[in-house]
């Protein structure tokens, strides 16, 4: 039995329900993208790895001493479950680990009140979240490369999923600066004095509340990507004298 989880910062205990099982996919489906092409054998397949939302489907138990309690309960137990938005599901088997979910299925409460189980599925945004932020902080006053791990088994970019998050944090003076990770650069060509955030995931560069994407240059298409395991950061340019902090999640298939 997995025992407790919590949905949308609430125990499933608050209300006298355990998880017994789960049907969790080692991996999230792929979408498959390919054509057949006429007078050839097979199929061809387009390049790159996009992935489905994943199917979590738990067993829940209801393990109080009267089904009246339960039926009282029942609507509460719903709007719990009901959201309008993605929420984070924690299962207390990786309680370091969260998805992006939403149920989206009738809920067979009275299933619940008979048998005192019912099934609820769970929609989930295709990789496991971190629960806590990773954020390497580097003095840097010179060309430097900055080495971090991540922990994670899945690449960081734009075009990760919803909930994602990288960025990169700049306080401090600088005439100008270069950004090099993993093959990508992000070149910002002009002074400033204050605090610069890149945000790789949305794609934009603010100076304070200011908007500077027109000052990047370099992969301005992608912007930078995260691998999992070893990272290098190269950071040079003009007069630095800075303090650099990359915040990311790290993501898990």
Avoid: H
């Avoid at 790789?200 to 990047?216: D, P, Q, R, Y």
Wanted: hydrophobic share 40%; with cysteine; aromatic share 12%.
């Amino acid at each position: 039995m997995i025992g407790s989880f919590n949905f949308n910062t609430v125990e499933s205990s608050y209300y006298s329900l355990v998880c017994k099982s789960v049907k969790r996919p080692l991996l999230p489906a792929v979408k498959v993208k390919r054509i057949e092409l006429p007078g050839t054998s097979g199929a061809y397949d387009f390049p790159g790895n996009e992935y489905s939302l994943r199917t979590v489907t738990m067993k829940i138990a209801y393990i109080g001493t009267s089904y009246q309690e339960l039926r009282s309960r029942a609507r509460s137990i719903a709007a719990w479950l009901s959201t309008s938005t993605w929420a984070k599901l924690i299962l207390n088997d990786e309680p370091d680990k969260y998805y992006l979910a939403r149920v989206t299925n009738d809920i067979d409460l009275d299933s619940l009140w008979e048998s005192g189980t019912a099934d609820v599925v769970f929609d989930c945004q295709p990789f496991a979240y971190a629960v806590t932020d990773q954020e390497p902080s580097f003095i840097i006053s010179g060309t430097t490369v900055c080495n971090f791990t991540n922990p994670g088994t899945r690449v960081i970019n734009n075009n990760s999923p919803q909930g994602s998050k990288f960025k990169i944090e700049v306080a401090g003076t600088f005439t100008d600066m270069a950004l090099t990770i993993n093959g990508k650069s992000l070149i910002y060509g002009e002074p400033i004095n204050g605090f610069l955030v890149i945000d790789n995931i949305e794609m934009t560069a603010f100076l304070g509340s200011t908007n500077k994407f027109s000052v990047l240059s370099g992969a301005i298409d992608t912007f930078l990507s995260i691998n999992a395991g070893a990272n290098a950061l190269t950071i040079g340019g003009t007069a630095l004298n800075v303090t650099m902090t990359v915040k990311y999640t790290p993501l898990w298939y």
